[in-house]
Nanobody, 116 residues
Framework: QVQLVESGGGVVQPGGSLRLSCEAS?????????RGWYRQAPGKQREFVAS???????NYADSVKGRFTISSDSAKKTVYLQMNTLELEDTGVYYC?????????WGQGTQVTVSS
């Protein structure tokens, strides 16, 4: 069974940066259809942030375009999310996810708090 472990969350001031990592195990990264990040703010539904998809490339939510960058290292089985110019509205739990066929797996999440 695929396992995903996120890391890199923390507390940062507005305008700061963080890099999230998601390490996968028990999976060959090359067979994933897509790898990505979602987030969930307090009292809100989980929302899409960014993804890398086979045959499509990268995709971003409008709210993070130009500030966030998703990347992936297949050899390390790791997906990254570089977050720059963080805003208060970026606060939430960030979840890594991979899609293999029609099966989606989620990590446990990592907390990102943007606060002055």
């Amino acid at each position: 069974q695929v396992q995903l472990v996120e890391s890199g969350g923390g507390v940062v001031q507005p305008g700061g940066s963080l890099r999230l990592s998601c390490e996968a195990s028990r999976v060959d990264f090359r067979v994933t259809n897509s790898r990505g990040w979602y987030r969930q703010a307090p009292g809100k539904q989980r929302e899409f942030v960014a993804s890398i998809s086979r045959g499509v490339g990268t995709n971003y939510a409008d709210s993070v375009k130009g500030r966030f960058t998703i990347s992936s290292d297949s050899a390390k089985k790791t997906v990254y999310l570089q977050m720059n110019t963080l805003e208060l509205e970026d606060t939430g739990v960030y979840y890594c996810t991979v899609l293999i066929g029609n099966k989606r797996t989620w990590g446990q999440g990592t907390q990102v708090t943007v606060s002055s």
